[in-house]
């Protein structure tokens, strides 16, 4: 990572225990019990723990691992769709759990969105209606909020679908909708959670360009989630290894490829060297 | 034999409770009564005094609006010619005004009732066994509270009514709410949506055919209590039914039968029809 960056959002120590006995199972969790223990005794699930990590202004930062390592909940915390068990969120230095409802909101609407895996769009809106959501519910003017999505409708190749409904479109257009969703509400950061995984190979290839491409411009900082190594090193800037809730690696495609921290990002590697 | 010595009786204890509520607060109930009495003598002068053919028209132009189906308007106008046509034209205006009032107060309760039940998980797990009494409880057992209340007539029916017709709109606004897609609202929630922002613009229209479907069924089951609001002095279909019973007229029972089944296959294909989402049928 570049030093010069600042760091736009900063975890340190999160743990997220999901249950009703969630403060006995910090406790046994704290004491390095393993996620199956804590769940045998107590019989809560661990989503994330001691998970520390920081994400800099500008970059594509993919948080990579199975399903179930965590990284949809962690990714969750960044606009606390989920409220962390324990430990500090901090965007733009700012401490984002001591937000009440109102700042949270405001939060929301103005620095950070979020693209989901199956979409999320609205079935009641139009394509035009679902783009300027976020621009809407923020109270932005209703010139304002056409201008923006149409802008948006055009950049991604959804131009002539403005007045169609999201049963009406294929996955890949349905996507390219959520993302639009997104990038009009202009905000610093962009959550994408697995945006890409639910889409066939082509479509998901060439969306991944896109991204890219429009990155060059953008400068957004990008959490994105993904399953799969190849599209993980394909746009990451950095990547975050993720494995029942716990970090093992963080570093540059280059970094995971060569030096492999453990046996779990070893084999993810080697399928891949065996797939090419 | 169920021993003599752990038996006992609320019966005392309910009647004092009802005695001491006429006694103390009859003139409060007396004024709920003459202002709902207000408005059900006024729509039912309105509907009686309105010529027959614009009542028809009045149908027939919401008919159109709801199904767009030239067929089905013009049955059912021609369905509701046909109970004029055996002189039932006066009651049907009484029955369908009762029911009118009976199903504006439902769902004037039913709905936000519905939406914090699928709010509060706590006040969902106390209402709906009370719905379940509601539903089940035979009617007669709160028509003589309420009629010593309200005294006889539409008021008591109403009411009868309304404890028989609400449950099903508050459960499946409920239901509707609650179906809403998960990762929609999760959506909506990421974008800073607030309170009003979801309910209004997104859970209650993507609930909206949950929502018909129990406007539906509350005018449904209105409809299945005007045997019983005759009863207690209303007027309107219903009582030609009675009095078919009671005479022992079978056919006249049948054609005041058959004219409530009409206004309930009337009602029904109006309220299922604005049920269905617009865009989809034109798909």
């Known amino acids: ?16 225990i999901f249950g009703s006995r969630s403060k006995e199972a910090l406790a046994l969790i704290q004491q390095h019990k393993t996620k199956d223990q804590v769940l045998a005794q107590t019989g809560c699930v ?4 001691d998970l520390s990590l920081s994400i800099g202004t500008g970059e594509i930062f993919v948080i990579m691992g199975l399903s179930g390592s965590g990284k949809s909940t962690l990714v969750r915390h960044f606009n606390r769709l989920i409220d962390p068990t324990s430990g500090a969120i901090l965007v733009d230095g700012q401490d984002i759990l001591q937000y009440d409802m109102e700042a949270l909101r405001q939060f929301r609407r103005h620095k950070i969105s979020m693209v989901f895996q199956s979409f999320g769009l609205l079935p009641h809106k139009s394509v035009l209606d679902n783009v300027a959501y976020g621009l809407k519910v923020r109270g932005e003017s209703k010139a304002l909020c056409a201008e923006r999505a149409l802008h948006w409708i055009n950049t991604l ?4 679908y403005e007045s169609k409904y999201p049963h009406q479109l294929s996955g890949g ?39 890219l491409e429009m990155q060059k411009t953008l400068h957004k900082t990008i959490v994105f989630i993904t399953h799969d190594l190849d599209e993980a090193v394909r746009i990451g800037n950095r990547i975050a290894i993720l494995k029942d809730g716990r970090l093992i690696q963080v570093g540059t495609p280059k970094d995971i490829l060569h030096s492999p921290a453990d046996d779990y990002v070893d084999r993810f590697v080697q399928r891949r060297a065996v797939a090419v | 034999m169920f021993p003599e010595r752990f038996t006992f009786s609320v019966a005392d204890w309910v009647n ?40 028809l028209a009045v149908v027939a132009g919401i008919t159109w609006h709801a199904t767009r189906k030239v067929t089905t308007t013009a049955v059912i106008v021609g369905l509701l ?17 009762l029911m009118l009032v009976a199903t504006l107060i439902s769902v004037l309760i039913g709905i936000p009732l519905g939406i914090l039940a699928a709010r509060s998980n706590r006040l969902r797990a106390v209402l709906m066994p009370v719905l379940d009494i509601m539903q089940t409880m035979p009617s007669f057992v709160y028509l003589i509270p309420v009629l010593m209340l309200f005294g006889l007539g539409k008021v008591p029916a109403i009411f009868a009514t309304v404890i028989y017709a609400a449950p099903p709109l508050i459960r499946l606004t409920d239901l509707g709410i609650r179906q809403v897609d998960g990762e929609v609202m999760e959506a909506i929630n990421a974008f800073g949506a607030n309170r009003w922002q979801q309910l209004f613009g997104v859970q209650l229209p993507l609930a909206m055919p949950s929502i018909m479907a129990g406007i539906n069924q509350t005018t449904m089951m209105a409809l299945s209590m005007v045997v019983i609001a005759s009863m207690i002095g209303a007027r309107g279909l219903g009582e030609d ?23 309930a296959v009337v009602i029904d294909r109006i309220t299922q029809a604005y049920g269905r989402p617009r865009h989809e049928m034109s798909k």
């Open chain 2, 241 to 263: 039914v009675l009095v078919g019973i009671q005479t022992l007229n079978v056919g006249k029972g049948l054609e005041a039968g058959l004219a409530i089944v009409i206004l």
């Open chain 1, 46 to 49: 661990v989503g994330v723990n």
């Open chain 2, 81 to 97: 010619f046909l109970v004029g046509a055996v002189g039932l034209w006066d009651k049907l205006m009484q029955t369908l005004a």
């Open chain 1, 1 to 16: 990572m570049n030093m010069t960056t600042p760091s736009k959002i900063e975890v340190k120590n999160v743990f997220k």
């Open chain 2, 16 to 55: 004092g409770w009802v005695d001491a509520l006429v006694a103390n607060y009859g003139d409060v109930f007396r004024h709920i009564s003459d202002t709902l009495l207000w408005a059900i003598v006024n729509l039912e002068t309105v509907l009686r005094m309105a010529p027959w053919w614009l009542v």
């Open chain 1, 157 to 160: 190749g959804l131009k002539g």
């Open chain 1, 173 to 211: 257009m349905r996507q390219r909708v959520g993302l639009a969703r997104a990038l009009a509400a202009d905000t610093d950061i962009i959550l994408m959670d697995e945006a890409f995984s639910a889409l066939d190979p082509l479509i998901r290839a060439e969306m991944q360009d896109q991204l």
